[in-house]
């Protein structure tokens, strides 16, 4: 994939004993799955096609665009850029949604986000 962002129009958020995940998809197509797997709390990313890579090392969410930020190994295998943009084209719900789950899911990793108290840093 090229450096361009992505579009975002429809999300999912689910949890279950096992795992914690956010989907991410557009025009009725699986973008990206991110997920937290409790079974040794590991976070990774799986692309459309299936395809399962580490979850990236930092990520941003500012207002409606995304960043997440992979090694290069795993930019590779999931055939995104290593700084990958998407922009979430999706109510504020939907991006409060967005925000709670990466919280949990990426809680190892850096992050930048918007709330509505303001920005946190990690």
Not at 61 to 88: K, M, N, S, W
Request: proline share 2%; net charge negative.
């Amino acid at each position: 994939m090229n450096s361009t962002q992505l579009r975002v129009d429809r999300i999912d958020v689910w949890q279950t004993d096992k795992e914690h995940t956010l989907s991410l998809a557009a025009a009725g197509a699986h973008v990206m799955l991110i997920r937290l797997r409790y079974d040794g709390w590991v976070d990774e990313v799986i692309n459309g096609a299936g395809t399962v890579a580490t979850g990236p090392g930092a990520w941003t969410l500012i207002g409606q665009g995304l960043t997440l930020e992979f090694d290069p190994h795993a930019a590779v295998a999931l055939g995104f850029p290593r700084d990958c943009r998407l922009y979430l084209d999706v109510d504020a719900d939907a991006i409060r949604r967005v925000r709670a789950a990466l919280l949990e899911i990426l809680d190892c990793a850096c992050f930048v986000v918007d709330t509505d108290e303001g920005r946190l840093t990690s």
